[in-house]
């Protein structure tokens, strides 16, 4: 038999039969702390997501730096992720980096959204060149939608460009995700009131479990915006953990 299939949902084919069983891999469930209750997830149904930790976001000389944004807020996931991350590497938990990387010719980006960035059309928004180092705002392929240098994608990793709030619009996150069989996300990384939240409420949307990961994921914006995301998030949508907890629970495990 012939495995024909680039995740863990696979047919097996020969010339007589093709098997469409895909057979699951055995439940590793994992118990760990969270609000508003404990939580058991299964690990091989499990992925983190990773959101915006970009240099225009979290690094100086970037966009929000540049704009007069603190973006010391936005650099505080760093340490928790780099502790957490390889720690799910060894456990087969996928990594995606879900992060913004804009056409050049902004055909797919509509006024609406090129507003947020540039609302009285004057000044740097997606795309325009920083007058710092030249680098295209949020552009793929450039030095501000690349990864900040404290964080290290690995060859296993899974790297998919967004182009709008939620990381789910326009692009192959949910083929991605459900070809991996993935039944349950972490959701990681910055503004955790913007780009992480709409990314959440839509993977509930689709049918996802979310887990919000607080240590691990931050906001440039003013503090009751992470208050309302941690409160709709356990009240609408999903759970509120850290990394410690999950990783404390996979040591019981």
Sequence with gaps: MNKLGTGRRHWMVNERLADLTSPALPVRPVTFAAEPQEVTVDLNKSAIIVIDMQNDFCTEGGWLHHIGVDIAPAVRPVERLNRLLPVLRRENVPVLWVNWGNRADHLNIS???????????????????????????????????????????????????????????????????????????????????????????????????????????????????????????????GFVATSTSVMQGMDRS
């Design 111 to 237: 006024p609406s959204l090129q507003h947020v960035y540039k609302s009285s059309g004057v000044g740097h928004g997606l795309g325009d060149p920083l007058p710092g180092n030249g680098s295209p705002v949020l552009q793929k392929d450039g030095w501000g939608a690349a990864l900040v240098d404290v964080l290290h994608a690995e060859p296993t990793d899974i790297r998919v460009d967004k182009y709008r709030m939620s990381g789910f619009w326009d692009t192959p996150l949910d083929s991605i995700l459900r070809n991996l069989g993935i039944q349950t996300l972490f959701f990681t990384g910055v503004n955790i009131d913007q780009c992480v939240m709409a990314t959440l409420e839509d993977a509930v949307c689709l049918g996802y479990d979310a887990i919000l990961l607080e240590d691990c994921a931050a906001t440039t914006s003013p503090a009751f915006c992470l208050e309302a995301t941690l409160y709709n998030t356990k009240q609408c949508y």
